[in-house]
């Protein structure tokens, strides 16, 4: 409680009560910044906030008091903090605020509380106390001694799992077998034990009651489960692994108990027993996968309650998020039990009835997938695309929804081998006699239950043909059967090639060729690998229908394309392809930058073999472009860029296959030259749109614009064609923008040099000089610019991260002396302090400076640069320096 005349309280009740009331950011700033002042000065300030945060005159007051006092002990304590060990009098008092604080401000007293077990408890073990502590509260609190407690049971157990929770990982996971740690023993001996036959006892209770009101009990069982997962995720305490019978048997019974009628409103109560039976799950999980050898015995009992919950599957899109999690996590139990040596013989006599009643049903289709259809497109793509799932295995933990799990464990399934095939009494013996390696190529060639049950179930199911329209039950059915071969992905990849291609043909193309079929079952073949590069591109074309958006078919289509390309799976003939893509371009905004992603992967899988229809494309592509370009924008959309990067590939790509010969006569060299005409107009027009169109051009995707430049520039073969494709504005453009591109030092600056030096080949062999230079500026006449930057002072040292260049450029300027040697001072003084930029120095101050402004100052021996050297304009003649291509001239 405060004290009247303790003043600095009163001061600390005051800024804290600014930091509430302030309805402007700077009060609270500045009430923030008198706090930490304070706790620098005064010397007991933690125990007064925390005598605040208990005994302040509202709630408001003391939750604030509460939250700055945990804010204060993680900057201050662990590593560089200036508080090395709490006192036991705080932690005591710590201790008695959590027991007696309201649910608002305990969930802030815990996360401090958290702070000081890690530091004390966890890593230091310097609370020992705390256990008997704790353990005394709790058989004192409200609902295990009396009602009349002034301790809550739900406040104890919070604080009895803030203190278990950080033993739920390994504190020394480098260790390859680490010893379970002396404080969690502890806590198990002192608490955990006792706390088991109160679970026992409250389930009793619970169950008997047929009630969900008891708010405080249900929050008891979830609490107790969740102290009990996070002992045993990690580690076995030797002292609970005695137990596991009790209390699994236990929360089995509570999963037994929940109901799956979706008619049903839950209550508060009921929610609270649907999570205890999540974390049973997890418990049960985490013991199937890390603790067999105390579990095993427990597995039948776990199956047998997993596969009730499962059979639930069929009614998922009418069940809430927490019931559908409930139901995923006992698929997740089933495929670690099937990863384990009983899975087998344990379940193997349910497979049919598993896939039938349970895996089945969770992936045909349902309400709740045509609304997310309808809604949200990209959620329903997200959580249904089989190619999310990645690697089959019993061991996951990141699938969450029913269909998910139902998927992976239809893979697990299929992956498992069956019984080995039965044999005569003779044949037994005579097999017994063979050597163990035989024994295994045998054993390995035992059919596994893809093709001996799953394969066989999924073929009962009609095909959607032209002479088979399925109604909507069927074709719900039917999309079920799809996203169970996109679940059976691994399995079907290790089938013979002809055997896969003739499951395709028969069991998915249908799909592509029945008029009026559901997109639904559209987008679901496209995830399905194999034989569908013909076909994905009718379904990268589909238009919306009347009522129904088909932005999934397309988007699933051109992932499945991608895939398909990336695996060596090319379309018999790339044109079609290439004009669907180019086609659906420009319609749907969100569609575009996926679209250009995938004409990318064409150009670049296609290569030689999509040569021919560039021209075509590009052309296409820039008068598609034209129409959503912006040159008043500096910083284009996503789907610009990669419109931009595409065509700047496929100029590559063209010039990349370039017939070897170069006869008039021949006929593909003829096709070849037109075809870069052609590109190298459609570029043109381009780059005129987004850089003369407006008086400041835009910086955005130099490099890109730099390679299509870099085209222009090799089709340029005489003055009548640059000056057709006005090469030398766009070129005066480029140069300017040179000036302020920040982008040398990355990787997309090859480009750029690359347009240089063809722009200085092609000057060279065809004399353009108005390319690559202009009058000098009268600034520059006579050193004037220099004698006007010697003007300049001020200098700062190097800062952290700051490249050598900056660095320099703020270097103070030195004296005027008409005997400065620059290049003896970059090889002395500067080499020195900057070492790269002294080496660029040395590398262009090679060629002799002079301080005259005559032609002859270039004259050196019997090596004369052309003529147009001497007059480069600056910033290309800076560029050339940069990259060095003047060592060439």
């Known amino acids: 409680m405060l004290v009247a005349d303790d003043n600095d309280s009163v001061q600390i009740v005051g800024l804290l009560d600014q930091t509430l009331n302030s309805i402007d950011g ?66 005591d008092q710590l201790l008695r605020a959590l027991l007696h604080a309201e649910p608002a401000l305990l969930k802030v007293l815990l996360e401090l509380f958290h702070i000081v077990v890690v530091s004390e408890f966890v890593k230091k073990d310097a609370w020992p106390e705390l256990v008997l502590e704790l353990r005394s509260a709790i058989e004192k609190s409200s609902l295990i001694c009396c009602l009349d407690s002034s301790w809550s049971t739900v406040s104890a157990l919070m604080v009895l799992l803030t203190v278990v929770k950080p033993f739920q990982y390994f504190l020394q996971p480098k260790l390859v077998k680490e010893p379970v740690p002396q404080q969690l023993e502890s806590i198990t001996n002192e608490i955990l034990v006792p706390l088991v036959s109160v679970f026992h006892r409250l389930v009793d209770k619970a169950l008997t009651t047929h009630e969900w009101g008891e708010l405080e009990m249900e929050k008891t069982l979830h609490i107790i489960s969740k102290c009990l997962y996070f002992s045993v995720k990690s580690h076995m305490p030797s002292a609970l692994s005695p137990l596991l019978g009790s209390f699994c048997r236990d929360m089995i019974r509570i999963l037994d108990s929940l109901s799956f009628d979706w008619s049903v409103t839950p209550s508060d109560g009921y929610l609270l027993r649907l999570k205890t039976g999540k974390r049973s799950l997890l418990l049960f999980g985490t013991l199937v996968s890390r603790h067999r050898k105390y579990s095993d015995k427990l597995v039948p009992e776990i199956v047998k309650c997993s596969m009730k919950i499962v059979k639930h599957s069929s009614n998922i899109s009418k069940l809430g998020s927490l ?28 497979f049919s009835l598993l896939l039938d009643s349970a895996i089945f049903p969770a992936l045909a289709l349902n309400e709740r997938d045509i609304s997310e259809w309808e809604e949200d497109a990209d959620e329903f793509i997200r959580k249904n695309l089989p190619s999310e799932l990645e690697e089959i295995s019993g061991w996951r933990e990141d699938l969450f929804t029913a269909r998910k799990s139902a998927m992976n464990l239809l893979g697990v399934i299929a992956m498992s081998k069956g019984p080995p095939v039965s044999t005569t009494n003779k044949a037994s013996s005579a097999a017994s006699k063979r050597k163990k390696g035989e024994k295994n190529r045998i054993n390995n060639q035992r059919r596994s239950m893809g093709d001996l049950l799953m394969l066989p179930f999924l073929s009962k199911f009609s095909v959607p043909s032209k002479s088979n329209i399925l109604d909507a039950n069927t074709s719900a059915a039917y999309f079920g059967v799809l996203m169970a071969y996109g679940g059976l992905q691994e399995f079907i990849q290790e089938q013979n090639p002809e055997y896969v291609a003739s499951l395709v043909r028969t069991r998915v193309l249908p799909i592509y060729s029945t008029s009026d079929c559901s997109p639904y079952l559209v987008a679901s073949a496209n995830w399905v690998l194999g034989e569908l590069a013909s076909c994905l591109p009718e379904a990268l074309a589909m238009p919306d229908q009347e009522e129904i958006s088909c932005y999934p078919v397309r988007v699933s289509a051109a992932g499945g394309i991608c895939s398909l390309l990336e695996n060596e799976y090319p379309p018999p003939e790339w044109l079609p392809l290439l004009q669907i893509i180019i086609g659906r371009i420009g319609k749907e905004d969100e569609e575009d930058s996926i679209l250009f992603q995938l004409l990318k992967s064409v150009v670049e899988s296609g290569s030689q073999d999509i040569a021919m229809h560039i021209p075509y494309i590009v052309s296409s592509l820039v008068s598609n ?23 700047a590939a496929m100029s590559q790509t063209h010039e990349i296959s370039k017939p070897e010969t170069d006869e008039e006569e021949n006929q593909a060299t003829e096709t070849w030259l037109t075809g870069q005409g052609t590109i190298s107009k459609a570029l043109s027009a381009l780059l005129q749109h987004a850089w003369l169109a407006t008086d400041v051009p835009p910086t955005s995707c130099i490099d890109h614009f730099s390679k299509m430049l870099w085209f222009i520039a090799l089709a340029s073969t005489n003055c009548n064609v640059a000056v057709e494709l006005r090469l030398a504005d ?46 000098m500026p009268s600034a520059c006449k006579d050193f004037a610019f220099f004698q006007e930057f010697l003007k300049f002072e001020g200098s700062s040292p190097r800062e952290f991260g700051e490249s ?42 090679s060629i ?16 004369e640069p052309p ?12 560029a050339m320096m940069c990259s060095k291509k003047w060592l060439r001239l």
């Not at 995923?328 to 349910?350: C, K, N």
């Open 26 to 91: 700077v009060s609270v700033h500045e009430a923030t910044e008198a706090l930490d002042r304070l706790s620098t000065e005064l010397p007991h300030f933690p125990y007064r906030l925390l005598s605040i945060a208990s005994g302040g005159e509202n709630p408001s007051q003391r939750v604030a008091a509460a939250t700055y006092l945990k804010n204060f002990t993680r900057r201050n304590t662990g590593a560089g903090g200036i508080i090395s060990e709490v006192s036991k009098e705080f932690k």
């Open 323 to 350: 019931t559908e999690r409930i139901i995923s996590l006992a698929f997740d139990v089933i495929s670690r039990v099937m990863e384990i040596g009983p899975g087998w013989r344990l379940l193997s006599p349910h």
């Open 625 to 647: 472009m034209l129409n959503f370009i912006d040159p008043s924008e500096d910083q284009w959309s996503q789907a610009t860029v990669g419109g931009l990067e595409t065509l």
């Open 730 to 775: 766009l070129l005066v453009v480029w140069a300017d923008l040179l000036a302020s591109w920040n982008g040398w030092e990355e990787s997309e600056d090859l480009s750029v040099f690359d347009c240089i030096e063809e722009v200085v080949s092609i000057s060279t062999k065809y004399d353009f000089r108005s390319f690559l230079y202009r009058d």
């Open 804 to 845: 050598e260049l900056d660095a320099y450029l703020k270097e103070p300027v030195m004296e005027w002396n008409k005997d400065f040697k620059a290049l003896e001072w970059w090889r002395e003084d500067g080499g020195h302090k900057y070492p790269i930029l002294s080496r660029v120095a040395r590398d262009i101050l």
């Open 848 to 863: 002799p400076i002079s301080r005259v402004t005559s032609y002859d100052a270039y004259v050196t021996g019997k090596r």
């Open 867 to 878: 003529a147009f050297v001497v007059s480069l304009e600056a910033k290309v003649a800076n």
